[in-house]
């Protein structure tokens, strides 16, 4: 990947303090080392897209079973966004999170980059009255991680009963049930 490429990578501030704070809070990266990650970032400036999967390999590495605990970050990760930034201006019921996944338009507001090396996360179909959406995912991020963001994201107004999120038959495509 040429240098230029590398530099348009962006991820912004607030997705990397809430990884790490999500960490934290779950006591997965603690102490001095956890206090580091953050301590530097302005939760409203961009920063370069190595630096959260940086943070995300920390993990990774970290433990043999991470999918569980990804998945719990990534819910996290989208309650604090929901409860301390702006997600209760952008999405007042569930359904309203797949809503915003529409053309990538979420995950673009957090990341920044050429699509060919950020990828994408996109909703693909939705059924409201079967109460069943579809997801798509070409990121880079683990996908255990990103079914907690969806968990999260349609699980921080607390209108669902149900919600059930699947992709054991391709981790790139998340069956979504809700209610």
Not at 27 to 40: E, F, R, T
Request: contains cysteine; hydrophobic residues 40%; charged residues 25%.
């Amino acid at each position: 990947m040429s240098i230029e490429k590398k530099k348009e990578l962006k991820v912004f501030g607030a997705t990397i303090h809430g990884f790490v704070q999500a960490c934290i809070n779950l006591n997965i990266v603690v102490g001095p080392k956890a206090s580091s990650l953050i301590s530097d970032i302005d939760i409203n400036r961009w920063y370069p897209f190595e630096r959260l999967r940086d943070i995300e390999r920390i993990v990774i590495e970290s433990y043999d079973n991470v999918g569980p605990i990804l998945e719990r970050v990534g819910m996290e990760m989208m309650l604090s966004w929901y409860n301390f930034g702006p997600g209760k201006q952008i999405i007042k019921r569930g359904i309203d999170f797949l809503h915003f996944q529409s053309g990538s338009q979420g995950y673009a507001s957090v990341v920044k980059g050429p699509e060919e090396l950020v990828g994408t996360f996109n909703l693909v179909e939705i059924d409201e009255k079967k109460h069943k959406a579809l997801i798509h995912s070409i990121t880079p991020f683990n996908k255990a991680l990103e079914r907690g963001v969806i968990i999260g994201g349609m699980s921080a107004p607390g209108d669902l009963d149900y919600l059930d999120v699947n992709n054991d038959e391709d981790e790139h495509y998340f069956k979504i049930e809700f209610g």
